[in-house]
């Protein structure tokens, strides 16, 4: 399923952020984040000037991030899906239902592209951005059917289908035929499709959530990985 995601994204567009409206608590718990552990200040004290050189940047720089715009505890529901955080990976796991033998699962990467969109308001001069998502929908009707997976982009006020895969589980091709780009295919299809999946809750609400849950995740990933830095300098 990655593997098709990164042959399928090579057609993807690029793009850039907005404001999306505020779906994620805006009251974060400093005692609930992974980083609120890390010791910063209880290091032996280092042999090398260098070192601790470093260790003081790297403290002032997690101080900074964790002050200045503190990141929020990640739902784990929007609407009928769960949310399944992956700590340090750039992917998120959706799961839900729809009836009694459709499972979904959506599986979406943290900001991996952009485009660049005029300016608008009093200072429309120059260039803006819109950050983009890739999102993938595996929707399966459990054994001996046919599963379908749309490759779709997020962009923070809609989301968009770019393909439609028809997947045979355990009896795919080698070289399968991936269908056509899905603006190629006929405008009746493209509606239809579209609404068997808003159907299913995959629409622009989720679109607009997976932007503000991914700014959160960035922030919250970058202090992690700023806390692992120290760590390893320390030892």
């Known amino acids: ?3 098709l995601i990164r042959i399928a994204q090579t057609r ?5 952020s907005c404001s999306p409206k505020t779906l994620i608590n805006r009251h974060p718990n400093p005692h609930l984040l992974p980083w609120h552990s890390i010791p910063y200040t209880s290091e032996a004290l280092p042999t090398s000037p260098l070192t601790s050189n470093i260790l003081r940047i790297l403290r002032t720089e997690i101080e900074y991030q964790s002050d200045s715009a503190p990141p929020h505890q990640p739902p784990t529901k929007f609407n009928s899906f769960a949310v399944e955080d992956r700590p340090g990976e750039q992917w998120i796991t959706m799961r839900g239902k729809f009836g009694d033998s459709e499972d979904i699962k959506i599986e979406v990467t943290m900001f991996d592209g952009y485009e660049s969109v005029p300016k608008t308001g009093d200072d429309s001069s120059g260039e803006d951005f819109r950050l983009h998502i890739s999102v993938l929908v595996d929707i ?9 997976e749309f490759l779709c982009s997020a962009w923070p006020d809609r989301l968009e289908i770019q393909k439609v895969y028809v997947l045979r589980r355990g009896r795919m091709p080698a070289k399968p035929y991936l269908g056509p780009d ?3 295919v006929n405008e009746e299809i ?3 499709l579209r609404g068997y999946l808003e159907a299913r809750g995959v629409n622009d609400e989720l679109s607009l959530f997976l932007h503000q ?6 922030r919250i990933e970058l202090i992690r ?3 692992n830095l120290k760590l390893a300098v320390e030892k």
Do not use: T
């Open 140 to 148: 399966s009707k459990g054994v001996g059917s046919n599963d379908l």
């Open 213 to 218: 849950y991914m700014m959160n995740k960035d």
């Open 225 to 227: 990985w700023l806390g």
């Open 182 to 184: 899905f603006r190629d």
């Open 190 to 192: 493209q509606k239809k």
């Open 12 to 16: 993807l567009r690029n793009c850039s």
């Open 1 to 3: 399923m990655a593997r």
